[in-house]
């Protein structure tokens, strides 16, 4: 029977020595909420890390997408792409803005958007006189997309850039990191991610006025005045002061996490790259990978057996394992929205989302724990061996 005690989770929380002692000092000060000092350093050593020059702390990445969409001055009538291959809120703060999804394929060396088309899509755009109000762009399982021809694309068309980078924390491209190179730029701390504070967001920007503005929303649009006075549309947005402890605590650990998270990678996949039918997430030139979570694609019919089959397995051992992504294309909620697939005859994520799977990938996680998730894919593939 297995054992109820020691389920392997999917990339839970992994705290360092400095989250209670940040926790304690707000404690002592009574500074509990809303905002306060560790607010403000959160803040200002995020932006440092990053190399950009603002970053303001909120309660989700969401609320981060959501307000750079704002400021980028999207409403009704409006259009907005989105890669497809995401988590449903890189797209949904565009159906809060009342604005039209349009939502662009992946590419095979990144799995992230495809620069050839979303070149087809700005050109149908342009020729429709539809350009979108911003493309937001993201990096999935802590790997930018190929920033340096979306970048291209976009300028050419004018369009701005929002980067979706809550997967992507600690990653970069040719040395800039994941998330500066848009206009702007989304975190997210929620409880899986690269580092937590059990729930929270950033948006970052070299742009320090459209900051300010994007301030002023998330804490209800309160005006300069005595008196409460309120002329625009506001939001409670902000991360309190006691997360933002955790999270100053959290991002001087970054590194170590990264560390740990490709080094997980890297156990995966000399124990299994060779095996028949199994490819891993691959890491394109120019780019480093933070490798949040450990990607990989099953073709069942070298494997022997298929993802299903493999999540079935994982379960039946107590581990945490889940599917790629489901699209946002083949999503319900999506339904009616245009889709530009990479190649006109070729859907690169329908493929990742049928072939693709997720294993644990904790910076926690120890060589004992990993050695049973390998045993038990290798137990698969020998089953298959025996016909
Ligand atoms: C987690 C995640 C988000 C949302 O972040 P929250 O902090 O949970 O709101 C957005 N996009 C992607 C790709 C994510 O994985």
Redesign the pocket.
């Known amino acids: 029977m297995p054992n109820q005690q020691n389920k392997i989770f999917l990339s839970p929380p992994h705290m360092g020595e400095w989250e209670l002692p940040f926790l304690q000092e707000a404690f002592e000060s009574n500074w509990i909420a809303p905002l306060g000092e560790h607010v403000d350093s959160f803040e200002q050593e995020m932006a440092a890390y990053l190399g950009v020059r603002g970053a303001l702390a909120l ?7 959501h307000l750079a969409l704002r400021l980028l001055g999207v409403g009704q009538g409006d259009v907005v792409f989105c890669s497809s291959l ?2 449903v ?2 797209v949904n703060p565009i159906l809060y803005q009342g604005a039209s999804v349009v939502l662009i394929d992946s590419e095979p060396d990144t799995w992230n958007m495809s620069p050839v088309a979303l070149e087809r899509a700005l050109h149908e755009a342009t020729l429709m006189e539809r350009l979108p109000k911003a493309v937001i762009v ?3 399982y802590g790997q930018s997309a190929r920033m340096e021809e979306i970048k291209m694309l976009c300028d050419r068309y004018q369009v701005p850039i929002v980067e ?1 980078a ?2 992507s924390l600690g990653a970069n491209r040719h040395g800039k990191a994941s998330g500066t190179i848009g206009e702007f730029g ?5 409880g ?2 690269m580092i937590t504070t059990s ?3 950033m948006l970052v920007s070299d742009d320090v006025e459209a900051l300010k503005k994007a301030r002023y929303w998330a804490t209800q649009a309160r005006d300069l005045a005595r008196h409460y006075q309120h002329s625009e549309i506001g939001y409670n947005y902000r991360l309190s002061n006691l997360l933002a402890a955790v999270g100053r605590g959290q991002l001087r650990v970054l590194d170590d996490r990264i560390r740990a998270r490709r080094s997980v990678f890297e156990r995966y996949e000399q124990a299994l790259s060779g095996e028949p039918g199994i490819r891993f997430m691959p890491e394109a030139e120019g780019g480093f990978s933070s490798r949040w979570l450990t990607a990989l694609t099953i073709d069942e019919e070298r494997s022997g057996f298929s993802v299903l089959r493999l999540l079935e397995e994982l379960d039946n051992e107590r581990i945490e394992a889940r599917p790629v ?1 489901k699209p946002m294309h083949l999503q319900p909620l999506f339904a009616g929205c245009v889709y530009y697939p990479h190649q006109p005859e070729e859907s690169v994520s329908d493929r990742l989302f049928a072939n693709g799977v997720c294993l644990p990938s904790g910076s926690s996680l120890t060589e004992e724990e990993q050695q049973r998730v390998i045993s038990c894919i290798q137990r698969l593939l020998q089953r298959r061996g025996e016909g």
């Open positions: 309660s989700s990445g969401t609320a981060a997408i995401t988590f809120a890189s993201v990096h999935l979706d809550a997967e989304a975190l997210s701390f929620n899986n991610k729930g929270g967001g992504w």
